[in-house]
């Protein structure tokens, strides 16, 4: 059963992936591009991270790619439908991947065979608990961050009339 | 009063800046006032001083020499290397401090006329301000640095006073040859100081004198410094050889004669001698030398002054011989006495030169061919110079008598053919005084239009004539009465007594000899000058040769001048070598040298150094333009490399 | 399933990430991919955490920050896509040249 989840999970992950490099229409890699992460919300199921999950569906899928989705559609235009959407170097590409995966490979070898020890419980308590305590100080620090680049996405969008409108 | 005696240096000092930078200069300048009411302020001070240490009023400290002795310190080199500023009053500064004062007020008021319509007086009076500074300072300072520094002080404005009109060329020469000749003489003494530091480590007077009473000064090295400080005290002083400044001198203003030729700073090195006498009783040689020096420039200076017919050249000649004398009476153990004839010399000498001045300033000539018959027209003149005259001549009770017996009686003691060419110059003394006052006021005049325009000075010109006078008169019986003088000067010398190893006269014969030399010299002179002076004039003829050499100073000016010029022509010599030959091997040739080298380092510098500065910039220009066609801006390029550098690392370190 | 599985899907979605980072052309493209990217990393952190430090939490709680940043990062690249679209009228990576030598 568990080998069937984590196969399916991660048959449908990496060839979503490969859709979003692939796809000639940048509207359907960005389809793609949530069946990806959907797929990799359903892997951090399997591991038995419950709030990581919820998490990824809440922000990325319902966030990230439904906000790319929106940039396609502004920025998109006829032409590109028709013209290549990747350049002459991908044969460069393809090697550099490779050889890299050679290397993963020689790293991932020995985990092999590495089983979990517990069954997985609950873990947003707990989650929540470090958040406030351990891990507090970053915690204020990715809301600063994530203001600062709130403030950052307004100005930028607002584009030129803002300059203009600037005192 | 004692224990304030650092005031006596200090006002005068003071007062001599207050004038000179205070107050507006001009014949009627009020300045004058205020340098006499500091000297006045002096005077009384010193003279208080001076009749309470004669009486006795204040005693010699307990088992010394000396009545005061205080000090600071000054300088510091290390423990045992200190000089200190202090004060010492002994029987001779005592005595130095009320001479001092007294002629320099005399002076000074006597310059209110003299001076009357100089435009530069306020100067001039600042300058007798210093002057009178500096001689005071020396008189009172107990250490020979301070000493020497006051020292040149004097020489500095000596230099001053005697071209005070340096418009005129030979006021101006007169005062150049002052201060180079006396510098000479200090050369000795700064050799002097600089070996008796080496050998003590002190300048103090009084420390000095204890080290050289334990005998921690070698007599070979006693006598060295006895030697320098006599060669300076021979350039102040003006003996032989070094007095060839002295006549010359007399181109000043006739007061600072006075002053500075006559009573104080020629008697600088009489003072020099008698302040470190401890170090010339310890060495005979070097005393002997001061006695012989002495006592030939006595003699020589009073046959130059024969022949003489400037009436302040006769003065000066007169001025060196009677130092001579002083010189003498040092020489031959005869300290108080040297210092008695110092103190009554003073009185009579001032006197003549500001009789002179007197003369000078209403005659309006030096020469004494023009004068004659002045008596009638300027009795008071006439009178005290009369009195000063009989005086240095040596008229028994005057006061030059006294004094010059006391001299020659200590020479006597000390060796009987010194005691003759004393009398011998002494009889010449008298002769060519009454020379001098013969032909300045008795007789016929011989420039009728001269003399009818001569007139009496006025009161503050003979005022100070009348009070120098009396002194004449009188000091000198009333300081030898009872041994006074005797008592407050006086110096002990170790292992010779008074009359040790002396040769005892008849009771007559020294005062009989020397009533008889001046009545011989008087009656000479009456006979060659009183009236015509036609026998004088035959005389002057049939020895020509003599009264040349005389009035050649016997040639010591041009042996001088000789040695200048030869000195002229070494350096010329020493100049032609340094040119021809140092400057064309060492300095051109050594130029040539460092040009080739020179050109040789510009050739490497421009053809290597520069070749391969050039070429690193060269190179860096070129690698840039080539490296940046491989730059194209392209971003995911980058990241082509990045994952490029990042699979072949990979690569190698797994597979290591 | 052992921990070997989970790093090779990871491995592989890292890899997909970066074949599209380096040939498409299209920004948005390779914004995906980065996000791609950043997934791969999630996916590795929980696996370790699950597997090797299986009684702390320490591996979910950096997964959560990461998405944190992730998210911002997203927001400000598209952000500055549309600004430069607005001004260069082109969402091509060659075309963005300004940095030629």
Redesign the interface.
Known sequence: MEQIVFYSLSAVTLIAALGVVTMRNVLHSALMLGVALMGVAGLFAALGADFLFAGQIVIYVTGVAVLVLFVVMLAGRESDLHARQTNEKWPLAVAICAVIFFGFWRCIAPYAGTPTRTQPEPSTRAIGKLLLSDYALPFELISLILIAAMIGAILFSRGGSAAEDAP | MLEHVYWIPLIPLFTSVVILFGGKEGKDSKMPYLGIAAMAWCFLQSSVIFFQTLTGRIPLLEGKEYFLYERIPWLSWGPNLKVHLGVLIDGPAATLLFVVTLVSLLVQIYSLGYMYDDKRKKRYYAFLSFFTAAMLGLVVSSSLLILFAAWELVGVSSYLLIGFWFEKPGPAYAAKKAFITTKLGDCGFYFGLLLLFSYTGTFDLVMLKSHVAQGLLPLEAATAIGIGFLIGAIGKSAQMPLFIWLPDAMEGPTPVSALIHAATMVVAGIYLVARVYFIYTSAPLALGAVAWVGLFTAFLAATMAVTAYDIKKVLAYSTISQLGYMMLGLGVYGYTSALFHLTTHAFFKALLFLGAGSVIHSVHTNDMREMGGLIKRMPATATTMGIATLTIAGMPLLSGWWSKEAVLHAAYSHNWGMWLLGVLTAGLTSFYMCRLFFLTFIGEPRDPHKHQHAHESPATMTGPLWVLAMLSLFAGGLLHYNGLFEHLVHFEVVGHGEHAGGSHAPAFLLPGAAIFVFLLGLGFAYRLYAGSLKTAQGLRDRFEWAADTLERRYYFDDFFLWLVSLSDKLAAACFWIDSRVVDAIFVDGWALVVRAVAAASDFFDDYFVDGAVDGMGTLTQDAGWG??????????EY??YV??A???F??FL??R | MSLSHYLVVSAALFLIGLFGALTRRNTIGILMSIELIFNAANLNLVAFNRYLHFDALHGNVITLFVMGIAAAEAVVGLALLMAIYRNLNTIYAEDFNLLKG
């Open positions: 490296l940046r066609k491989l730059v194209r801006g392209q971003v995911q990241l082509l994952s490029l990042v699979a072949v990979a690569t797994i597979s």
